[in-house]
């Protein structure tokens, strides 16, 4: 069973809307991160938030994080077709794994 | 930026052969991690490593070894390789700690027919 699980498999946006991705986790964490997947790369970060914060922004990108329900956010605002991406949410664990989502994939229409 | 490098880019095996798929890193990170990505199931972890000499498992490591000789190399071994392990790999280092960011290679695909 997954560790941290996006509720969404797939998004479809138009440019300039606001968009957000919500994961569930399952296990008492450290810390959450937010990470986007382009075409044919590797995954990169764009938000860790740690348990004792509630919110961080990154520019266009807001994260939330609830502990008492398990569950986080990721907000895209002013959407750009450039962040058409897979976006992964992934969590620590004790023992310095670090487990990934299955993945949103989201699509940004002109 | 983190650099990590991942050869080959891709690689095609015969069921049954050896497969050695190599990472290394250049920003001293302690910790090394061996992931594969399949459409459906997002980013696996197959081994992982706290620093030179160690291996971990990780969810699905039934298949695979790895090897840790030093700080800035960790190789993914499959040694009789099989079309289920047909994946793209993906190799990631981080710092020591228990909230650490991970920096991605650019993935080796590897097809076994």
């Known amino acids: 069973s997954q560790l941290a699980e996006e509720n969404s498999w797939a998004l479809s946006v138009h440019e300039g809307e606001s968009v957000t991705v919500n994961c569930s986790y399952k296990t008492s964490i450290t810390a959450l991160q937010w990470y986007r997947q382009k075409s044919g790369k590797g995954p990169a970060q764009l938000i860790l938030i740690r348990s004792n914060e509630r919110e961080k922004r990154n520019g266009r990108l807001r994260a939330t994080l609830d502990t008492s329900s398990q569950s986080s956010s990721l907000s895209i605002t002013a959407t750009r077709c450039e962040d058409t991406a897979v976006y992964f949410c992934a969590t620590d664990t004790n023992a310095y794994k670090v487990i990934f989502g299955k993945g949103t994939h989201l699509h940004v229409l002109p | 930026e983190a650099a990590v490098t991942q050869s080959p880019r891709n690689k095609v095996a015969v069921t049954g052969g050896k497969v050695t798929l190599s990472c290394n890193q250049t920003?001293?990170?302690?910790?090394m991690y061996w992931y594969r990505q399949d459409t459906g199931h997002g980013l696996r972890l197959i081994h992982y490593?706290?620093?030179?000499?160690?291996?971990e498992k990780g969810d699905i490591p039934d298949g695979y070894k790895a090897s840790r000789p030093s700080q800035e190399n960790f190789s993914l071994i499959l040694e009789l390789a099989t079309p289920s392990q047909t994946s793209v790999y993906f190799c990631a280092s981080g710092e020591m700690g228990g909230a650490e960011t991970l920096y991605f290679g650019s993935g080796t695909r590897l097809t076994v027919l």
């Open positions: 490593s706290y620093g030179a000499g160690s291996t």
């Open positions: 920003n001293n990170h302690n910790n």
